[in-house]
Structure formats: C-alpha cells, structure tokens
C-alpha cells in the first residue's frame, strides 16, 4: 500500500514536499516513482529512484527543480517541489516498480491514491 501527502496550493516560485508512505512489502526492493496527471492529460513521469543504490531520473521539465529521495528505514519516498510553475498543476501519484524502466507508468506495480497539486500563477 501507498499513501502520499504533502499536497496543496501554493503560489508559483514555491515549494512543496510530496510524500509516500510504504507498507506491506519489502520497500527497499522497489524502485520508487512520482507520476502526475493534470485534468485532460495522460498520466506523465515525473522521476524516479532506484532500489538500493538510489539513482534517481528526472523528467526534462522538472530537472534542477525537483529533487526525489528515499528513506528505506522509514519505508518513504519523497518529492522536493521547487521553484513551482502553474504547469506543475496535477494530481501526483507515487508507485512501485520491480522493473528497469522507470520512465513507463504500465511498468508499475503499484500505486497511491494521489495527492493534489495547485499552483496559482
């Protein structure tokens, strides 16, 4: 199970802290993704970090901004939002992947139930 917080509004040039709580599995097997859509838009990575050594990936449009994280004692995964465009505007999702390919959503095992992102320009 995955259950993210730390969503809300916030103006554009701010921040937030997304994060995902793990259960029931072994976390630190699992590479971590964020995951966003926004009303209209298929569902888009946003980055990821890798199991055990913790190699993260961005996507280019957050690149420099965001930054994930993970802590395998506590069993979460976060998501440092900077700098915050109006863009940036979406439901987020945290997920679970066994696999390599972290860029692809279908390639995730499992899923949170989002949280809401609102940046006001």
């Known amino acids: 199970q995955l259950v993210e917080s730390g969503g809300g509004l916030v103006q554009a040039g701010g921040s937030l802290r997304l994060s995902c709580a793990a259960s029931g599995r072994i976390f630190s097997s699992y590479s971590m993704g964020w995951f966003r859509q926004a009303p209209g838009k298929e569902r888009e990575f946003v980055a990821a970090?890798?199991?055990?050594?913790?190699?993260?990936y961005y996507s280019n449009s957050v690149k420099g901004r965001f930054t994930i994280s993970r802590d395998n004692a506590k069993n979460t995964v976060d998501l440092q939002m900077n700098s915050l465009k109006p863009e940036d505007a979406a439901v987020y999702y945290c997920?679970?992947?066994?696999?390599?390919?972290?860029?692809?959503?279908?390639?995730?095992?499992?899923w949170g139930q989002g949280t809401q992102v609102t940046v006001s320009s």
């Open positions: 997920a679970a992947t066994s696999s390599g390919n972290f860029y692809r959503s279908g390639a995730y095992n499992y």
């Open positions: 970090i890798s199991s055990l050594t913790s190699i993260t």
